[in-house]
């Protein structure tokens, strides 16, 4: 069937809509307390409307050596250059480079290939690709919301 | 103690139906699908697919598993290891790779990555070999219940170092030559 001959434009293009509507903004979880809450794409930062404790949502890239501890709900990326040691806490983590430490991530987190991740992890979601490494303790989704914020 | 063999010329998976519970020592050639439960060790070849309903308590070496139900025991994989939304974990594992969807739980010591793979042959190796053991090493406490048999659950190290320093005297021949 040819889409789009003999139908109108909106119908075709009414077609063309996914069926299941784009979010509208960014889904959080509060880390200190569990609340599922929403706030904007282009939040930088905003604060739990139910604890009401301040959280930021800046990406980081961390690139060469880095010995300090991140806290942010965006993604934090280790580059392929990246050695990094300290206490991550974040929304989704990538790793293509060296990280040692105590990892929390309320979102995914995934290890490329020829990346190397070792310490304490908790994570909701998690991937390994091959080619890259991990070594030490995990815990997936058990204890997210009961976990103690980092410092 | 239950020891079985099955070959799968036809590519066609062993099924493990969820009325079934196993109590020992489990060796298969190919790939198992399991929806019941296992006491004690499991070694598959190829794929192993562990149900929703799926209970293993033991160790599980297997080339790739694709976990849906819930294990308590290590877990040695020469290849992916994947946790599906219903999966729910508890022991050491060594795999190649690792991915976990949203809502699988897992806890325990992990490692991935080419020192698993090594761990996992050696491991592999040693459960072949049946008589390797080594005083210095220590079982890992809880990991067997007191209903299973004991002598159906071989120890096992804590951490792929001490399997990586042992791997000389467990392959025989040694042709990779020894490390550390």
């Known amino acids: 069937m040819i889409s789009g001959f003999g139908r109108s434009r909106r119908e075709a293009e009414e077609d063309r809509q996914p069926a299941v509507p784009r979010a509208a903004g960014r889904p959080v979880i509060c880390p200190s307390c569990g609340a599922p809450f929403e706030v904007s794409l282009k939040a930088i930062n905003a604060r739990c409307p139910k604890c009401t404790k301040p959280m930021r949502f800046e990406d980081a890239d961390l690139n060469g050596f880095c010995t300090q501890n991140v806290t942010t709900m965006g993604t934090v990326r280790v580059g392929r250059k990246g050695v990094v040691r300290g206490r991550i806490e974040c929304g989704n983590l990538v790793v293509t480079g060296q990280l040692d430490g105590s990892i929390r991530t309320n979102g995914c987190c995934v290890v490329q290939a020829g990346g190397t991740l070792r310490g304490e992890m908790a994570a909701r979601s998690m991937v390994v690709e091959r080619g890259g490494s991990f070594e030490g303790t995990l815990e997936i989704g058990c204890s997210i919301k009961s976990a103690k914020p980092a410092a | ?180």
């Open chain 2, 1 to 180: 103690m239950a020891q079985q063999q099955q070959e799968q010329p036809d590519g066609q998976p062993t099924v493990i139906g969820g009325n079934c519970r196993l109590i020992g020592e489990l060796f298969l050639e190919g790939s198992a699908i399991v929806h019941g439960q296992i006491e004690g060790q499991i070694e598959v070849t190829d794929t192993l697919e562990i149900g929703e309903g799926g209970f293993v308590n033991g160790t599980i070496r297997a080339g790739a598993l694709a976990l849906h139900g819930r294990v308590e025991g290590e877990i040695y994989c020469t290849d992916a290891l994947h946790l599906g939304a219903t999966a729910n974990l508890t022991g050491d594992v060594f795999a190649a790779s690792f991915s976990a969807e949203e809502g699988a739980t897992c806890r325990g010591q992990v490692v991935i990555g080419h020192q698993a793979v090594a761990a996992a042959q050696a491991s592999r190796g040693q459960s072949r070999g049946a008589t390797v053991q080594d005083a210095d090493d220590e079982p890992i406490a809880g990991r067997v219940d007191q209903n299973t048999e004991a002598t159906s659950v071989s120890t096992s190290p804590t951490a792929a170092k001490t399997l990586l320093r042992r791997r000389p005297s467990i392959l025989s021949g040694g042709s990779r030559g020894a490390t550390g």
